[in-house]
C-alpha cells in the first residue's frame, strides 16, 4: 500500500540528489562532493563540538552557570570564539545528519542488510537531540529557562513520576541547585563520548569504513568554523530567573523548533517525537520492497571453481565474504570463499573480482556479463536492447563505440538517450563491471566512459 507513494518519493529526492552531485563534482570534484561526504562532515562537526567542549568544561561553574559563561563570552581572543566554533557546529551537525539520512532514504539504504546501520542511525539522532537539550540548559539564560521547563513539562504529562518534575521550577529560588546542572553537565560529557562507540557500531558492518574525509577538506571545514567563530559570537541572552516569566525568548531553529507546539499539548509533543523516531526505526520493514526483482540476492559462489585467491574477501566492502576450509572440489587451494548472506547487499562488486568468474550475485556474474557483451557486439546496429537489471549502469553501444555509464545519474541518463543505438547491456554497479566484458565489447571501436 505504501510502496507507491514512497517509490514516487523516493524517485523524486533521488533525482534531486542527482542533480545536486552533478552540480556539485563539477564545482569542487567528487571527493570534495559536501552532499557525498555528509556522513563524514557530521563526524568531523560532532569531533569539532566534542573538542571545544571538553575545553570549555574547564571554564564552566556548577554555582554560577551563566556568570561563567559570560567570563568565557567576554574572552575575545579565546572562549568566545572557541563557544562560537561550539554552537555552530552543532547546529551544523544537524544540517549534515538530515542530510545524510534523506541521502541514505533516496538511494534506498535502509532497508536489509543495511537495516542495522539505519537503526543504530536512528538511535544516534536521538541522542543527537538529549546531548544538545542538556547543554542548551547548561548555559541557563532565558532560552535555557524555557528550554527546562518545557522539558519538564512534557515529562510531567506522561505521570511517571511521584513528584511532579516541573516542581524544580516553582519560583521559590532564581536558579535550581548546582546538582541540577552537575546531572546536566554529566549527560552533556557522557552521552557525546558514548556517540563515538555508537558511530563505531553504526559503521561496523562497512569492511573499510571511512570516518573523517581528506585531510585537506577536514582542515578547511575546521578554517571556516574558526573564521565563523570569530566573526559571530554566539548568543547569550539575559540570565535565567524563575520568578520571572520570559518573554520573546530566541529560539535555536535546529534544535528548538518544536518547543512552540509543546507549550500548547505537552504530551502531545511526546506522542510526536516517540511516533517521529518510531517511523523512522519502522522504514526497513515498512518500506521494504515487496517485489521479488527488488529483494537482494546475495552473491554465491561455486566451490568446484574457486582458486582460493581471497581477491573477493579483500574488496568486498561489507565483509560478508569470509575464507573457509575447501570441502570438495579439485585441490587447488586449502580454503574457498564463502558469503554470508545477511550481510551481503548484492553490490555485485565480487563479480569484478573474482578471476574466474564464478563469484557474484545471480544473473550477475562475470561470466553473464561477458556473454551479454557477446550478444551486444553481435547484435551490433540490430537495435536490441540487453538489458540485464533495467534502471542499472549500463553499456552501450553506438556506431564503433562504446558508451558505459551509470544510469543512476542524470547526468549518465541524458548520455545514454543521446547515444545513436539502444542495444546495452547493465550490471548491478558501475564498479561490478569485468573489464574483460568492457574490453571485449570495445574492439570493435572506441570506447567511453
Known amino acids: 500500500m505504501l510502496s507507491s ?27 570534495f562532493n559536501p552532499i557525498y561526504r555528509s556522513g563524514t562532515i557530521a563526524v568531523v562537526l560532532m569531533s569539532l563540538v566534542t573538542v571545544t567542549g571538553l575545553v570549555l568544561i574547564f571554564f564552566y561553574r556548577l554555582g554560577d552557570p551563566w556568570e561563567s559563561v559570560r567570563g568565557i563570552q567576554e574572552q575575545a581572543w579565546f572562549g568566545r570564539w572557541l563557544r562560537s566554533i561550539h554552537r555552530f557546529a552543532s547546529d551544523a551537525t544537524v ?13 534506498g539504504k535502509s532497508w536489509g542488510p543495511r537495516a542495522f546501520s539505519w ?3 536512528v538511535l544516534l539522532l536521538f541522542f543527537l537531540f538529549l546531548s544538545a537539550w542538556t547543554g542548551f540548559v547548561m548555559v541557563w539564560d532565558t532560552q535555557a529557562q524555557v528550554v527546562a ?70 582542515w578547511g571545514m575546521v578554517a571556516v568554523f574558526v573564521a565563523l567563530g570569530v566573526a559571530l559570537p554566539a548568543p547569550l541572552g539575559p540570565k535565567a530567573d524563575l520568578l520571572s516569566l520570559p518573554v520573546d525568548v530566541p529560539l535555536d531553529r535546529y534544535f528548538h523548533f518544536w518547543i ?13 517525537w516517540f511516533g517521529f523516531f518510531l517511523l523512522l526505526s519502522a522504514i526497513p520493514w515498512a518500506l521494504r520492497p515487496r ?41 587447488v587451494s586449502e580454503t574457498v ?9 548484492s553490490c555485485g562488486l565480487c563479480s569484478a573480482s573474482c578471476g574466474p568468474m564464478t563469484m557474484g550475485p ?49 547526468r549518465s541518463r541524458s548520455r545514454i538517450s543521446a547515444a545513436r543505438s539502444n542495444s546495452s547491456f547493465s550490471a548491478a554497479t558501475c564498479i561490478s563491471f569485468r573489464s574483460r566484458s568492457i574490453s571485449f565489447a570495445v574492439r570493435s571501436g572506441d570506447h567511453r566512459s
Not at 295 to 304: L, R, T
Open 5 to 31: 507513494p514512497y517509490n514516487g518519493f523516493r524517485r523524486v529526492v533521488h533525482r534531486g540528489f542527482s542533480l545536486a552531485d552533478r552540480a556539485f563534482n563539477a564545482v569542487f570534484r567528487p571527493e
Open 95 to 107: 544540517a549534515a545528519v538530515v542530510l545524510h539520512v534523506f541521502r541514505m532514504f533516496a538511494q
Open 119 to 121: 537503526i543504530t542511525g
Open 149 to 218: 521547563e518545557t522539558g519538564a513539562r512534557i515529562v510531567d504529562s506522561l505521570g511517571i513520576l511521584a513528584d511532579p518534575l516541573v516542581g524544580s521550577f516553582n519560583g521559590v529560588a532564581d536558579t535550581p541547585p548546582a546538582s541540577f546542572f552537575f546531572l546536566n553537565l554529566f549527560l552533556h560529557v557522557v552521552v557525546p563520548l558514548g556517540m563515538i562507540f555508537g558511530i563505531w557500531v553504526h559503521t561496523s558492518r562497512m569492511a573499510r569504513a571511512t570516518w573523517f574525509p581528506r585531510k585537506n577538506f577536514l
Open 260 to 272: 512552540p507546539f509543546a507549550s500548547l499539548s505537552p504530551s502531545a509533543t511526546f506522542w510526536w
Open 291 to 331: 517485489s521479488e526483482s527488488s529483494e537482494v540476492k546475495p552473491a554465491f559462489n561455486d566451490p568446484k571453481i574457486c582458486q582460493g585467491c581471497t581477491q573477493c574477501v579483500k574488496d568486498c566492502p561489507y565483509e560478508a565474504i569470509q575464507m573457509v576450509p575447501r570441502l570438495a572440489g579439485p585441490p
Open 337 to 345: 570463499a564463502q558469503v554470508i548472506p545477511n550481510l551481503c547487499v
Open 362 to 410: 545471480p544473473d550477475r556474474k562475470g561470466t553473464h556479463q561477458y556473454q551479454a557483451a557477446k550478444t551486444l557486439v553481435a547484435s551490433r546496429g540490430a537495435g536490441q536492447a540487453l538489458d540485464l537489471l533495467p534502471e542499472r549502469p549500463r553499456l552501450r553501444l553506438a556506431r564503433h563505440r562504446v558508451l558505459s555509464s551509470c544510469a543512476s545519474s542524470a
